[in-house]
């Protein structure tokens, strides 16, 4: 088992920041991918980004080059660095684990999943 517990969420205005942290515990060992989805009232939960377990990242269109995923040097620890955020990127932010192979923005590859962590925007 994985434990994920996010944390960082808020009230932010549109044109700030925020930065998101994922702590992982228990049986961490093996290569992994994590990432970060987001799921707005109504709409189906969505990918935002991922980094490998060789620090490779990925990150949708939606999101580039202003959210930054990184990762703690023991790769236990998972941050997403949001800038410049917009009241479209308002959602519940999920942590979640899976194996190194998985197609990273399908959900149904993960194995964990954190309880969430909201962040609103307001324009």
């Known amino acids: 088992q994985v434990q994920l517990v996010e944390s960082g969420g808020g009230l932010v205005q549109a044109g700030g920041s925020l930065r998101l942290s994922c702590k992982a515990s228990?049986?961490?060992?093996?290569?992994?991918?994590m990432s970060w989805f987001r799921q707005a009232p109504g709409n189906e939960r969505e990918f935002v980004a991922a980094?490998?377990?060789?620090?490779?990242?990925f990150e949708t269109n939606a999101v580039k080059g202003r959210f930054t995923i990184s990762r703690s040097y023991d790769k236990n620890s998972m941050y997403l660095q949001m800038n410049s955020l917009k009241p479209e990127d308002t959602a519940v932010y999920y942590c979640?684990?899976?194996?190194?192979?998985?197609?990273?923005?399908?959900?149904?590859?993960?194995?964990?999943w954190g309880q969430g962590t909201q962040v609103t925007v307001s324009s």
């Open positions: 979640a684990w899976g194996p190194d192979t998985i197609v990273v923005i399908k959900p149904a590859e993960y194995e964990y």
């Open positions: 228990g049986r961490t060992s093996g290569t992994y991918t």
């Open positions: 980094i490998s377990w060789n620090d490779s990242t």
